[in-house]
């Protein structure tokens, strides 16, 4: 009978640890996942800052394409006004000396 008692105190005995063990890792539970829940907050924040560091690279590339573009074509517009511009100017200054003007 002694025995049987001795046994039952084991048995309750690791009953109670395995109790007290699980509240334990009841307890972590939360901890771990607000700890694994930050560092996916973390990562997406990381991750949407590279993506838009991406996107306004490929803005600003796109748009310093076209600014150059915009300035070549000026360019252009304005090498020809000013071809335009010369030929009026030396028949002018010809006028002048010929003393047509």
Do not use: C, W, Y
């Not at 049987?4 to 699980?22: C, F, G, N, S, Y």
């Not at 560091?53 to 000026?74: E, F, H, P």
């Not at 010369?86 to 010929?98: E, M, N, Q, S, T």
């Amino acid at each position: 009978m002694k025995e049987h008692i001795q046994q039952v105190l084991e048995i309750e005995k690791k009953a109670a640890e395995m109790q007290e063990k699980a509240k334990r890792e009841a307890q972590e539970i939360p901890v771990k996942a607000e700890q694994e829940a930050q560092a996916m907050i973390a990562k997406a924040i990381a991750d949407a800052q590279e993506e838009a560091r991406k996107m306004i690279s490929a803005a600003q590339s796109a748009d310093a394409g076209d600014v150059a573009a915009d300035i070549a074509s000026q360019n252009t517009e304005f090498e020809a006004n000013a071809k335009k511009n010369f030929d009026k100017a030396v028949a002018f200054v010809l006028d002048r000396v010929i003393g047509k003007a």
